[in-house]
């Protein structure tokens, strides 16, 4: 699974903005964001980041082209990569343990 669905985080003085989006774990690219009215007046943009709830890693993003924006890091998006297998690995083996049943 190349796209996965991350949250997109604008952090702002004034507060924060989330929304959905899908980012390609091998471009780093960040698409289908959630479009907001949340934060419209919204003036100091601090950063904009991407994560996976569930995993520690996030990844700072810059805009690209149109209305995407990329990973800045190759480096954190490889972190995040290696962060999402373990949480996949160990997800699966849960599920693959047999249950005792009483």
């Known amino acids: 699974m190349t ?23 091998t471009t780093g690219e960040v698409f289908d964001i959630e479009t907001s009215d949340t934060g419209e007046s919204y003036e100091s943009l601090i950063r904009e980041y991407v994560e996976i709830p569930g995993c520690d890693t996030t990844v700072t ?27 996949r690995a160990h997800y699966q083996k849960l599920n693959s343990t047999p249950s005792s049943g009483m």
């Open 3 to 25: 796209n996965v669905p991350v949250k997109f985080v604008s952090e702002w003085d004034e507060g924060d903005v989330v929304s959905d989006a899908k980012l390609n774990l």
């Open 61 to 87: 993003v810059i805009p690209g082209d149109a209305d995407n924006y990329r990973a800045e890091s190759m480096d954190r998006l490889e972190k995040l990569k290696c962060e999402l297998a373990e949480m």
